[in-house]
C-alpha cells in the first residue's frame, strides 16, 4: 500500500504582492495554521518519509513552519513543476516517486492539487469516505490535508480514479 498525503499551502498574504505570484509569503493565519496541520497529521498517523513541494515561497513556508512539529524529519525535495501544476502534472510527479517510499506529500497549490484529488479517489465505500470526498469537493481551502491510500506497490501503478479517501482535514477542524 502506498499513501498520499496532499497538503495545500497555508494561507498567504494577497496577490498585491511586490514579488509577483510566485513569491507571495505565509500571512499571520498561515504561519499558524501549517504546525496545527501537521501535529493533527502526526497524532493521526499520517507521517512522510517523502516530500515533494513547490518552490513558491508559500509552499516552502508552510513546510519550513510545519516541519519542525514532525518528531522523524522526511526527505524533502523542492520540485519546480509543482509550481501552479495541473492535475494530470500531479499524477506525473506521483508516479515518478521512489518506491522506497510508502508515505509520499505533495505540497502544492490550487487548482491543481484539488482537481487531482478529486480524480485520484474511487468512489466511495464508506460513510466515511462519502463525508471526506462531499467535504473536498465542497472546498479545499487553504492548509487543508487530503489523505488517499492506494493498494499498489509502486507509485508508478497508481491509478486515477483509485485511490481511497482515508480523511480530509481542515484547519478550522482543529482547535487552539
Known sequence: MKRLLLFRHAKAVGQASKSGDRGRPLNERGR???PKMVVAMQHAGYLPDLVFCSPA??????W?????????KPEVSFVDALYLAS??????????????SNTLLVLGHNP??????QAAVRRPQSDRERDC???LKNKFPTA????IDFDVNDWNDVAIG????????RPKQLNG
Do not use: M, W, Y
Not at 492535475?87 to 522506497?100: E, G, H, L, M
Open 112 to 117: 491543481g492539487l484539488e482537481e487531482f484529488a
Open 162 to 169: 483509485s485511490g481511497a479517501l482515508v480523511d480530509f482535514i
Open 64 to 72: 519550513e513552519n510545519a516541519a519542525p512539529e514532525l518528531d522523524e
Open 32 to 34: 499558524a495554521d501549517a
Open 57 to 62: 515561497t508559500r509552499t516552502v513556508e508552510t
Open 144 to 147: 487543508a490535508l487530503a489523505v
Open 133 to 135: 470526498l462531499e467535504s
Open 87 to 100: 492535475p494530470k502534472t500531479i499524477a506525473q510527479i506521483v508516479r515518478a516517486a521512489p518506491s522506497r
